[in-house]
C-alpha cells in the first residue's frame, strides 16, 4: 500500500531554532500544516546548566522573535507582561537575563505550540523518497512508525564534543557539561573529592565556579582546571566585532570566497568561543585570591596542559598530563571528570560531522562545498549532489560554516534565520499549489 504524505512540513527538534520557525510561520501567515518531533518528554532549554546566578550571553530582547517582529506576543518582555514580572525584572537591574528566567521564556514559548509538537518522539533515520514525480522527507521513529511529509527542517542541536582521550570511556564518572546537573550531587557524599574540569571556556569558568560553591563545607575538596591555554581569554565584545551578528554580515559571508570564509571564522573566532564573559573571569580570580588569602587553594588552574590518557579505576580516574611547553608528564587521580570541551561543529577544521546525524542516511545525495562541507543555500536548503535532487531539507542552526557566526548556536540572529525559512516554505507550497491547479 502506498503511504500518503501525512504533513506539509515535518520539524525534526523543538528547541529553540524550531521554537522561533513555528512562530515565524504563524505570524507569517504560511499556510502549511507542520508537526514537530522532539524527543525531550517535554520542553525545556539547557536544563542541565541552570546554575544559579548564571546569566545568558545575549541581549535579552534577541528572543525568539522581536528582531523580526517587535511587536510578536512571542518576546521575551511580552512573557515578563503576561506573567506579571516586567517590572520586577526591570528593576533587577541585571545586564543579562538570569539563564533560569530564559529558560523559562523558551518553556512558555513551546507551551504555545504544544499541538503541533509531538515529545518523547525520537527520529532515528531522515531519508528521501520519491512518488508520483515528487520528492518527499520520510522520518522513521524510534517507536518505528514513519511519517512523510513535503518538506522538513532539522534542528537538532549540537552533539557534545568529546574529545579524543575520553572517546570510549564508559564510565559516569566522566560525564559532558551537558548533564552536569544530574551528576553534581553525587560528588559531596564523597571523602575528599578531587574533581576535574576539563576545558577553557565560558561554561568551564561557571562549572568551576559551582563546584566550589557546592563543595566549599566538604573537607579536603579540589578543584582542578585543565586546559591547554595559558590562562581565560575574555570574549570579544567589541561593537565593531559584533556586527556580525548583523543580518548583512550573513550575506557578507554567504558570498565569500572558501578560503574568505575560512579566514573571518578564524579572526572572529573569540567572539563566541574558547572565551568567557569577563564577569564570570573576574568573579573566578577573586575566589583564587580570596582562598589564598584563606590559605586553603581549593580550586587549581593547570594551566598549558594536554590530557595524553584516561585510566578507569576502581578508586577513580587517572590522567596522564604532560605540560606543552615543558614537556613535563604527572599523572593525577580524579573522582569525577567534567567535560566543559563545547559542542561539534558541522565539517570545521577537524571535519568532525559532515552532518547532523539524524541526516546520516541522506549524506550521499547532499552536495559538497571546495571545502567539503555539506552544501547549503543562502535559505539553510541543503542541496543535491550532482545529478540527484532533494525535497526541501532546511539546516536549521548549523550552518556556521556557510552562514556565519550568526548561526553559532546564538540566540543573535535566531529569529531573522526562522524568517527565512518560513519566508522560502512560503514560497515552496506557493509553487506546489499552483502545479497541483494547473494539472
Known amino acids: ?43 525545556s532549554w539547557q536544563s542541565a546548566m541552570m546554575l544559579d546566578g548564571s546569566d545568558i550571553q545575549h541581549n535579552a530582547v534577541r528572543d525568539l522573535a522581536l528582531p523580526r517582529n517587535p511587536r510578536s506576543r512571542y518576546t521575551f518582555l511580552n512573557y515578563l507582561f503576561e506573567h506579571e514580572r516586567l517590572f520586577e525584572y526591570l528593576n533587577v537591574g541585571l545586564p543579562f537575563p538570569l539563564r533560569k528566567d530564559y529558560a523559562r521564556y523558551v518553556i512558555w514559548a513551546a507551551e504555545q505550540f504544544a499541538g503541533q509538537v509531538r ?46 582521550v575520553f572517546q570510549g570511556v564508559d564510565d559516569p564518572r566522566v560525564f559532558h557539561l551537558t548533564d552536569y546537573l544530574n551528576r553534581v550531587g553525587e560528588l559531596a557524599r564523597i571523602e575528599r573529592p578531587r574533581v576535574a574540569v576539563i576545558g577553557g571556556s565560558q561554561s568551564a569558568v561557571e562549572l568551576t565556579i559551582d563546584l566550589n560553591k557546592r563543595l566549599q563545607y566538604v573537607p579536603g575538596a579540589e578543584v582542578h582546571n585543565i586546559m591547554r591555554g595559558f590562562g581565560y581569554r575574555q570574549k570579544d565584545l567589541s561593537p565593531f566585532t559584533n556586527e556580525v551578528f548583523y543580518p548583512s554580515f550573513i550575506d557578507y559571508f554567504y558570498d565569500s570566497s572558501e578560503q574568505s570564509k575560512r579566514e573571518l571564522s578564524e579572526e572572529l573566532r573569540f567572539t563566541n568561543y574558547s572565551a568567557a564573559d569577563s564577569d564570570v573571569i573576574q568573579a573566578l580570580y577573586t575566589t583564587m585570591y ?10 587549581k588552574l593547570v594551566r598549558n596542559t594536554a590530557i595524553e590518557s584516561c585510566a578507569v579505576e576502581p578508586d577513580g580516574i587517572t590522567l596522564r598530563l604532560r605540560e606543552v611547553h615543558r614537556g613535563t608528564v604527572d599523572q593525577e587521580r580524579f573522582d569525577a571528570i567534567v567535560l566543559a570541551t563545547g559542542f561539534v561543529d558541522l565539517t570545521d577544521v577537524q571535519g568532525e560531522q559532515f552532518l547532523p546525524t539524524v541526516l546520516s542516511g541522506i549524506a550521499p545525495k547532499v ?28 539546516l536549521n542552526g548549523l550552518c556556521e560554516t556557510t552562514h556565519g557566526l550568526g548561526d553559532a548556536g546564538s540566540f543573535s540572529l535566531l529569529s531573522l534565520r526562522a524568517t527565512t525559512i518560513a519566508e522560502s516554505l512560503a514560497k515552496v507550497f506557493t509553487s506546489l499549489k499552483t502545479t497541483a491547479a494547473g494539472a
Open 290 to 299: 580570596e582562598q589564598g588569602l584563606d590559605g586553603d587553594n581549593r580550586i
Open 1 to 43: 500500500m502506498t503511504k500518503t504524505v501525512d504533513v506539509d512540513v515535518l520539524g525534526i527538534g523543538f528547541g529553540p531554532a524550531n521554537i522561533a520557525t513555528a512562530i515565524a510561520i504563524e505570524e507569517l501567515g504560511v499556510d502549511v500544516s507542520a508537526v514537530f518531533l522532539e524527543r525531550r518528554p517535554g520542553p
Open 119 to 164: 515529545y518523547g518522539s525520537s527520529v532515528t533515520t531522515l531519508d528521501t523518497v520519491t512518488e508520483a514525480g515528487e520528492d518527499l522527507v520520510e522520518a522513521t521513529l524510534a517507536d518505528g512508525s514513519v511519517i512523510r511529509a513535503r518538506a522538513a527542517v532539522v534542528a537538532p542541536g549540537r552533539a557534545p564534543r568529546i574529545p579524543a
Open 367 to 394: 552536495g559538497r562545498t571546495e571545502s567539503g562541507h555539506a552544501m547549503v543555500g543562502r535559505e539553510y536548503e541543503l542541496g543535491a549532489a550532482p545529478g540527484g535532487t532533494l525535497p526541501p531539507i532546511y
